[in-house]
């Protein structure tokens, strides 16, 4: 397994004297974008010793910075069986000692079972913990139980995770859900949201006004609880009207694949479909910006409608006006910005109603893709969460600032 700088027991003159930080992400890989290229590579940026404890991928573009250590843990799987997460949890003793040794102030924990290691065991080594809080995990635990057990399995999840997030020092959320939902339990100062955005300058704006067909494109993972059958099946109804092709970046579920290929042929729309696969993130902006509307298709279920969609900051900051599921709060931020529409997403006609009107309006589609970029320019950014990530590092790093020199105290 390949990475950068994995010698923990390294102790650099200026290391010895700056606040370090341990990342910690079981089911994370090395290149993920939230946790990696975004708050780590900000965090080392700003001046601290990071070290991310993570799952190898070799698919997956890696960051550098001087910085910033990428420590495997183990080899990245995207099985999501129960003996799967069972070994999640293994991995959580080679973790431990990994970072014991590289002697951290502050950890940042962005699973349950990582935030549950650092409450029991390094909390008590004097690290402040940052939560990060990437789903709502209560009706995750529901979704997965059989049905007479899912009310107490939500239930139980909920207690676990409020004894968590009260354990540690700084809560951030990705959902309005969840911080509703903690804000009973934490004050202000510990818990804030951290919108899942991108760096901006990485994510152009689309071209809307387009001689040939325009382009819907879906990013990230294809499976049934992401829409694949009831967008496939829109794109084909709303082709009787307009001409449009769907962009799929990223990758159907192997689980998924032969019904894909069946579906694609069935509805003859394999001429119409772009599938370029995975892109390293540092491309990821310039290829959604090939297309004129972005497609958020999450089908119902507590965690899809409780959390924000990921690749709706995408589209936004592409300038897309986006077709999202009614009654979510992805839906609510889309009301919110006036940039897109929202619709019963379980049905392929009205997904083939909003692609209607989309495609034959570009002044409709500038209009509502504007407003997303605005949004993303003024409130929803990473240029604006990492102010957020800025502050509260520099809340948790001051009670460990005594034994500091005073080039680190100004870093803090």
Known sequence: ?????????????????????????????????????????????????????GRDDPSKTLPQHPRLRLIPIAPMTYDDSFKSRFRRIQVLRRMAA??????????????PETALLAALRLRRLGCKIHF???????ELAATKSPAPIRGLARAVANTGMRWLVRRAHWVTVVSPANFRA???????????ILHNSHPLESFPPCTQDVAGPVSLVHDGWLDDSRGMEQMLRAVALARRSVDVRLLLV?????????????????????????LPGWVPYDRLGETDAKAQVGLVALQPSGNNFGGLSNKVYSYMSCGQPV?????????????????????????PTAIAEAMVTLAQSAELRKRLGDNGRRAVETELGWHKMEETLRRGYEQLCRPVLGGLNEEALARC
């Open 323 to 347: 077709i999202v599921p009614n009654g979510s709060e992805t839906a609510e931020l889309v009301r919110r910005y006036n940039c897109g529409i929202a619709v019963d997403i379980t049905q």
């Open 250 to 274: 990223g990758g159907v579920r192997k689980s998924c694949d032969q019904r894909f290929a069946a579906l694609s042929k069935e509805l003859e729309l394999k001429p119409y479909l772009d």
């Open 132 to 138: 990060d809080v990437h789903e709502c995990f209560e």
């Open 182 to 192: 903690y804000a009973k339990i934490l004050d202000a100062s510990r818990l804030h």
């Open 1 to 53: 397994m390949q990475t950068n700088q994995t010698d923990l027991s390294r102790k650099d003159t200026n290391e010895s004297n700056e606040i370090r930080v341990a990342v910690l992400c079981s089911a994370h890989p090395l290149g993920d974008a939230r946790v990696v290229s975004r708050q780590a590579l900000s965090l080392a940026k700003f001046g601290y010793q990071v070290a991310v404890f």
């Open 98 to 111: 990994a970072v014991q040794e590289f002697r951290p102030q502050i950890v940042a924990c962005h699973e």
